[in-house]
């Protein structure tokens, strides 16, 4: 029998303690309870995730995360987040000392990463995304940082955890495998007159096996200019292969939000080049969405741009299945695919979708489309290529 021994922290300088294993087996690192300092709880934080395999953030417990978090490279580690941890908006520390995401104009306050991870524990991951909302308001190009940051890992499961007003997105998976999130309820309200724009549920990078299910979203201020500028795009970089294969997104609640299912690929000149694969979009209730189901491939500003140059990120295998709700427009889906065949084996199934007031309308260009909802497309438009 193996007996878990917990420390409570007596002093602010001792808030976590081993467990020791008993007499005779080898000592293994046990659970961790972490308790706020007042201070910065970073260094606690990150002390804690070494040393232990599961760390415990009490129900009563709000951890005040005032500077970055690498959580990379490790194995087996579970984080049990009953309470709160909050991102402290110092915004000029976070503007010099996010985690950068160079191929993509990205900052991240936490990059978690390694095999076997587990975070769970019912508890909220808060972005105090208002201070953000506000600033970024009269500088557009502040960056603001990305809540949890999926990094070089496998064999990750994100479970029963809201994720409240991040300052841009809320997830990043990149260069994941096997990571999947359950559970997850994810809410931007903004209380001031500046949007919480771009609060984008997920973004999935140069990953495979990546599965989000049952999971709400709800981005409480209508993003009607939802701005597209900083948004992570696939294919941005001239030179960088992206890769994006194997992501199921299923159950999906969101309201008042900017996207819905979308693949937005660059095309252009100088831009790069990629491929996304086998992408299925299942089970969406979208309410008040100013996109709810997008195809981008065209980097639509100028069509003579793009015959010429038409996306290298292609397209293939897709399914959008069971998407229902309503759009904040008359547009309730866009499939628009660069020339020269760069989307293939795009399938839509059992689509109820409406428009707030008159028809919903329907577009798409240079695609084919499967399924029993591409009857609800006109004709695709083709456009040139060269
Ligand atoms: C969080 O920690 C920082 C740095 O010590 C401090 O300035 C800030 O006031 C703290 N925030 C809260 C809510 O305790
Ligand atoms: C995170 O920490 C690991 C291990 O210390 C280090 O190798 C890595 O460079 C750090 N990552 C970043 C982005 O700073
Ligand atoms: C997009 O935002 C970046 C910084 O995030 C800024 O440097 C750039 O000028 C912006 N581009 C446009 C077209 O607004
Ligand atoms: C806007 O944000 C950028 C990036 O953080 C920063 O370098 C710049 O100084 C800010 N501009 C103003 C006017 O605050
Ligand atoms: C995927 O990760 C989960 C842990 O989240 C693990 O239980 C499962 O075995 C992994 N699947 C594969 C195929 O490795
Ligand atoms: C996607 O899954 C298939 C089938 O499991 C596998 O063969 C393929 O290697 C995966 N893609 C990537 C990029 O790992
Ligand atoms: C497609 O991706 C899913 C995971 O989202 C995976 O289970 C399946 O094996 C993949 N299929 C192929 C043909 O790669
Ligand atoms: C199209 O791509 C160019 C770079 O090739 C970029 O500057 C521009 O912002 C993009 N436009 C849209 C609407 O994405
Ligand atoms: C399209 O964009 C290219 C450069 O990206 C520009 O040279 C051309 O004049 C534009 N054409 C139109 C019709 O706007």
């Given at each position: ?24 087996n ?12 007042g201070?910065d ?81 019912g ?9 953000w ?11 603001r ?43 931007a ?5 500046h ?14 096996q ?38 199921t ?36 209730i ?21 015959a ?7 397209i293939?295998d ?9 759009s904040?427009?008359?547009?309730v ?34 695609v ?19």
């Amino acid at each position: 029998m193996r007996f878990s021994l917990f420390l409570l922290a007596l002093s602010s300088s001792l808030s976590f303690s081993l467990a020791t294993a008993s007499k005779g087996n080898p000592v293994l690192p046990g659970n961790c309870v972490l308790a706020a300092t007042g201070g910065d709880d970073a260094p606690r934080f990150l002390n804690a995730f070494q040393a232990c395999n599961e760390i415990i953030i009490p129900k009563s417990t709000t951890l005040n995360i005032s500077t970055r978090l690498n959580m990379t490279g490790v194995h087996n580690k579970h984080i049990n987040l009953q309470g709160t941890i909050r991102f402290n908006p110092d915004i000029p520390y976070w503007s010099g000392n996010g985690f950068s995401f160079p191929f993509q104009t990205q900052i991240t306050f936490w990059i978690l990463g390694g095999k076997n991870i587990r975070l769970d524990g019912g508890g909220t991951l808060d972005g105090a995304g208002q201070d953000w909302w506000d600033a970024f308001a009269s500088n557009s190009s502040l960056l603001r940082p990305i809540i949890l940051t999926i990094f070089q890992a496998s064999d990750v499961l994100v479970k029963d955890i809201a994720m409240i007003n991040s300052p841009e997105w809320f997830n990043l998976v990149n260069e994941g495998k096997n990571v999947t999130y359950d559970n997850i309820h994810i809410d931007a309200v903004s209380t001031s007159d500046h949007k919480a724009s771009n609060t984008d549920g997920w973004d999935v990078y140069r990953s495979d096996q990546v599965v989000i299910k049952n999971s709400v979203i709800n981005n409480g201020d209508d993003c009607v200019s939802f701005k597209c500028n900083g948004s992570h795009s696939l294919g941005q970089f001239p030179g960088m292969f992206d890769i994006v294969e194997n992501v199921t997104s299923r159950n999906i609640q969101m309201s008042n939000a900017g996207n819905g299912a979308r693949i937005k690929a660059w095309a252009g000149p100088n831009v790069g080049s990629g491929i996304v694969k086998n992408v299925t979009f299942e089970n969406f209730i979208e309410s008040n969405v100013d996109n709810p189901v997008v195809i981008d491939q065209v980097n639509m500003t100028n069509a003579t741009a793009c015959a010429q140059f038409p996306s290298n990120t292609f397209i293939q295998d897709i399914v959008f299945r069971n998407i229902a709700g309503t759009s904040s427009g008359s547009q309730v889906a866009n499939l628009a695919c660069s020339p020269d065949g760069r989307c293939s084996n795009i399938d839509v199934e059992n689509f109820e979708l409406s428009a707030p007031t008159g028809p919903a309308t329907y577009s798409c260009q240079n695609v084919e489309l499967t399924g029993n909802a591409a009857d609800l497309f006109p004709v695709c438009a083709v456009t040139g290529s060269s």
